[in-house]
């Protein structure tokens, strides 16, 4: 690689929303939505038909422009709901329509859901993790870190994300390949072992599945802290899903080292040059791509560590990397469980429980 490309990958740069819809949750999780007949009904999925925009007397469902009346107060509402009086949550909702999303999602590969979490689950993130103003405190190892707090389990099953990968891959039968784990990048030395170019299992260097096979995984990135290139954002080859081929050699000259990830040397680092790409987004965010997608961890080049989530969601048939049952059972017991609504219990238990062949 020559030694002026480095560092020099393009930056895709999403800023923080001029303007969020909201979504209108009941107490067990489902979602205000309108269906087919125009009336208001109650959904589990994320999809349009959920998704609503504040006006000075009511709220507007945003794809049918249907107008509901109703007081807002304390960002809570009541509204009919076949017989029943429903009391509502007004909470943050998404930038764009979910079936924005998936367009790009479909023509692209990959995309960007800007902001989508709200600030106090992204504090919470960011205490779990030890991260931006907690970077002072030690990351707790005591327990899976779902257990320490709510905020990882509603961070899981942010429903947009969800509704966007089962569409993506087909199917609505999917597991988590590993524990979901909120990690930190440190500032870059120098001469550490660099995580080298890959795709994500089943599309990796072992047991490789077909890339013009089935869709197998996607793969999820929380923006933790506020991704840049300057602190260590994933680097992507945005596109490569739709290449036959896993990353060449070029790409990772430490490739024959002790292991996949890195060498010893630090001439040894991965391809950083002008054909790479850094999706730039600020905390609160989620990136989602499909696994086949060649990427890398970032350099870290600030002063500071820099907070993720990374989660990757498999198709029944993939073996995961570790059983996330154990972790799940641990989280039953913890009275974290019971903070998560009826709906986001039900989604944590499919996505860790389910294994493939059962």
Known sequence: MNNQEEFQERPVTFEP??????FLIAADGTLLGVNDDGDLALFDDADDRV?????????????SGKMVP???????????????????????????????????????????????????IVERLQWVGGVDRHEHLEARNDSPKVCQDVAVGRAICEPISL????????????HLGHPPNVTSLS?????????????????????????????KAVQRNVCVSDFAKANGA????????????????EWNPALDGPDFFGGTSPTAR??????????????????????????????????????????????????????????????????????LNALQQREITELMMNQPGE
């Not at 509704?163 to 999917?174: A, H, M, P, S």
């Not at 950083?272 to 696994?291: H, M, R, T």
């Not at 059972?329 to 974290?336: A, F, H, I, M």
């Open 234 to 249: 994933t680097a992507f080859k945005l596109g490569s899903h739709a290449d036959d081929n896993l990353p060449p050699s």
């Open 70 to 120: 109703t007081e807002i107060k304390e960002d809570a509402c009541s509204l009919p709901v076949g017989v029943d009086e429903v009391t509502l949550i007004v909470a943050r909702g998404p930038e764009k329509l979910p079936s924005e999303y998936l367009d790009h999602f479909k023509r692209e590969g990959w995309v960007c859901l800007t902001s989508i979490l709200t600030p106090e």
């Open 163 to 174: 509704w966007l990968i089962r569409q993506y891959l087909q199917t609505r039968d999917l």
């Open 17 to 22: 929303p001029e303007h969020h819809f909201v």
């Open 51 to 63: 998704i609503w925009d504040l006006g000075s007397e009511g709220v507007k469902h945003v794809s």
């Open 270 to 339: 991965p391809y950083s040059g002008p054909e790479s790409d850094v999706i730039e987004a600020p905390a609160g965010s989620i990136v989602l791509y499909d696994a086949r997608t060649w990427h890398r961890a970032g350099f870290n080049h600030s002063e500071h560590k820099r907070g993720s989530m990374l989660m990757s969601f498999q198709t029944a048939d993939v073996p995961p990397k570790k059983d996330t049952r154990s972790t799940c059972k641990k989280l039953y017991e913890s009275p974290v469980y019971q903070e």
């Open 187 to 215: 500032p870059y030395d120098g001469k550490s072992r660099v995580q080298g170019w890959h795709s994500d299992i089943p599309y990796g260097r072992k047991n490789v599945a077909d890339r013009k096979g089935p869709l």
